[in-house]
């Protein structure tokens, strides 16, 4: 059983950053897929980032392009996002999620069997 647990998330100004962390466990196959999502109030949830564990390849969504990092410290077993210049659009709780996979490229569909809590970010204007 996969459990992810998040953490990283706060309040800061608009053009600030923040760096997200999720810390997982019961890994037992070699590629997965690991990924940033986020919900806002009355708003569906959206994928943000996405890598996969074996290849290293990542995926964005067009919104944080340039201005999200999403990586891996396979040693700690240990997701980030790393977020810059964040805008009052980024306002969400954000969730680790994660999936097995065969491919080496992953995006944000089939769905995400995995998950965390999530974490609050709340930027401010």
């Known amino acids: 059983q996969v459990q992810l647990v998040e953490s990283g998330g706060g309040s800061v100004q608009a053009g600030g950053s923040l760096r997200l962390s999720c810390s997982a466990s019961g890994y037992s196959a070699s590629h997965y897929c690991m990924a940033w999502f986020r919900q806002a109030p009355g708003k569906e949830r959206e994928g943000v980032a996405a890598?996969?564990?074996?290849?290293?390849?990542?995926y964005y969504a067009d919104s944080v392009k340039g201005r999200f990092t999403i990586s891996q410290d396979n040693a700690k077993n240990t997701l980030y996002l790393q977020m810059s210049s964040l805008n009052a659009e980024d306002t969400a709780r954000y969730y680790c999620?994660?999936?097995?996979?065969?491919?080496?490229?992953?995006?944000?569909?089939?769905?995400?069997?995995?998950w965390g809590q999530g974490t609050q970010v709340t930027v401010s204007s």
């Open positions: 890598i996969n564990t074996g290849s290293g390849t990542t």
């Open positions: 999620a994660a999936r097995s996979t065969s491919f080496l490229v992953c995006g944000f569909q089939p769905t995400y069997k995995y």
